[in-house]
């Protein structure tokens, strides 16, 4: 990994974070496409740099994260299910991380879903986070769960179950993009710990400058999409990313049966 893969996947991690296409997704086929090597670090840094692209959330929306302890409560119960799940299968998750075709099937599968959900889920009667109860807040983060699976998207995964639960658009997604925060967060700090045990040297000289490069461009590139997201997906709904995913989807696919995307 040199600094030039760094800038690539920091951008696509902070412009594809709260879209639902899959930042975890685009980052894997796109080290793919780069022939970037799938080493500790690399895992690593497609982790960690998550947390600029959320702390991006917190500037946005900071005097949410300042108004009430019932706030909080909510994001603990909704990340819950992630974390029990993280824990039991992260070796599992791993090797999924590694491979560009489970990407390709999730991105086509999740695209047809996006299709129909604006038809599925039309009558919202929830239309603002503090209006969201714990029961919700909960089933939220059963969806949020579906994000292990790259290629998925945390953000799709959590929206669409806010929005089965009755929550308008805007407020599934903000409740999303707050989720995200202790969520990232929970991941990084855990990927930096199990990095921590097995390395005797935590990073060498370029790598230490990578993760705070990385997430300041991520940062960045996420402040810059998240209200544009809001405000086209208020409008417009979800169907042109639908048919982004089906697209890319089915393009990845031909190209990896072609032999031209390695697993």
Request: charged share 15%; with cysteine.
């Amino acid at each position: 990994m040199n600094l030039i893969h760094v800038i690539i996947l920091a951008i696509i991690e902070g412009i594809t974070e709260f879209l639902p296409i899959s930042s975890t997704g685009h980052m894997v086929i796109a080290s793919a496409f780069m022939g970037i090597g799938k080493n500790d670090f690399v895992k690593l840094f497609e982790v960690c740099i998550q947390l600029g692209a959320i702390l991006s959330v917190v500037v946005l929306y900071y005097k949410r994260f300042f108004r009430s302890i019932d706030f909080y409560l909510k994001l603990v119960v909704g990340v819950i299910p992630a974390v029990i799940v993280g824990v039991l299968f992260k070796k599992k998750i791993d090797v999924l991380l590694e491979s560009p075709l489970v990407v390709a099937a999730m991105l086509l599968i999740g695209g047809i879903v996006l299709l129909f959900v604006d038809d599925w889920f039309n009558k919202p009667v929830v239309d603002k986070e503090k209006e969201i109860d714990y029961r919700t807040a909960f089933k939220v983060g059963l969806f949020q769960c579906l994000a292990v699976i790259p290629g998925v998207s945390r953000s799709a995964a959590t929206i669409v179950g806010g929005m089965s639960q009755k929550l308008s658009r805007k407020a599934a997604a903000e409740f999303s993009f707050f989720l995200a925060v202790p969520t990232m967060f929970g991941a990084t700090v855990k990927e930096l710990w199990d990095y921590h045990k097995h390395h005797a040297q935590m990073f060498d000289g370029d790598q230490i400058k990578f993760l705070p490069i990385g997430n300041v461009i991520a940062c960045v590139g996420a402040l810059l999409a998240i209200k544009t997201f809001i405000t086209y997906l208020e409008k417009h709904g979800f169907k042109l990313f639908g048919w982004y995913r089906i697209i890319v989807g089915i393009v990845l696919i031909a190209l990896y049966f072609a032999g031209h995307l390695s697993a």
